[in-house]
């Protein structure tokens, strides 16, 4: 079986030379950067904000054509508080807490 010359240009001897000598009209790519995951984050509820999300639940199930969980309805209430005004949300946390 006949064996390959090594005196010749070999692939790496090619990459080894392209890294040194870089085409101008190559493209240069930049890095690309990856997007932060979202942490979970737990909370402790009391009985009482348990029983008023479950309240919140059933109310929102029984206008909904189909079932949406607790998570879905937290989401959505936090999605409410961001638009809603600050100063009336602190009143609703100081009522709560």
């Given at each position: ?34 997007r ?33 969980s ?11 508080g ?16």
């Open positions: 079986m006949a064996k390959k010359s090594l005196s010749g240009t070999t692939k790496l001897s090619d990459a080894a030379a392209r890294t040194l000598t870089p085409q101008k009209d190559s493209e240069a790519l930049s890095l690309v950067r990856k932060p995951k979202p942490r979970l984050k737990n909370f402790r509820l009391s009985p009482a904000d348990i029983l008023r999300l479950q309240k919140i639940t059933a109310a929102v199930n029984q206008e909904s054509e189909r079932s949406i607790e998570t879905a309805i937290i989401k959505g209430l936090i999605a409410l961001e638009k809603s005004d600050p100063i009336k949300l602190l009143k609703f946390v100081k009522e709560a807490w």
